[in-house]
Structure formats: C-alpha cells, structure tokens
C-alpha cells in the first residue's frame, strides 16, 4: 500500500437486554447524528445478521490519537452525557 495511510478501524459491537432491541434501536438512532455532528468518521452500524440482540458500530480514524481525542470530546460533551446517553448504558 505504497502512498496510501492505514486508517485505523475500531468495531463495537452491543450485546441488547433481552426483549430491548426496539428501545436501543431507537436511541440509536437518536445518538448517531450527535456522532456524525462530533466529526466522527462511521463506516457502518447496524443490527447483527445472525443475533438478533446484538447491534455494531464501525468507526474509523487516522490513527489512535484522533481516536482518543474525538471519544473524549463527544463521551464527556454535554450532547451525549444530557442526551440519549442513558437508555444506551443501562
């Protein structure tokens, strides 16, 4: 890969409380602009294919400090820590 920077790709993945796929869905979904919004690149998100209580998350980075710096930023901003931070943590 002569010229071309590796990105480094982190991969969340959420294992749901039983019967609160639909509630983490939607909170989900609340908080993903607020991401987006915060300058972080996501590649992909979605429910699993084969478990359907488990949810993933696919972020990408130039590297480990951007990674460190924009987490940092958006998990203590008061968007995520007064938003639909609770009902994804619980």
């Known amino acids: 890969m002569l010229g071309h920077r590796m990105k480094l790709i982190e991969i969340r993945t959420y294992k ?12 989900f979904q609340r908080a993903l602009p607020l991401v987006l919004e915060s300058g972080m690149d996501v590649v992909a ?13 696919i ?12 987490q ?7 968007a995520w820590r007064k938003g639909p931070r609770e009902p994804l943590i619980e």
């Open 16 to 27: 749901i409380k039983p019967g609160h796929s639909e509630q983490f869905v939607f909170a």
């Open 45 to 57: 998100t979605g429910r699993s294919s084969h478990e359907h209580e488990s949810y993933y998350l």
């Open 59 to 70: 972020r990408s980075y130039n590297d480990r400090a951007q990674l460190e710096e924009q």
């Open 72 to 78: 940092n930023d958006f998990y203590s901003s008061d």
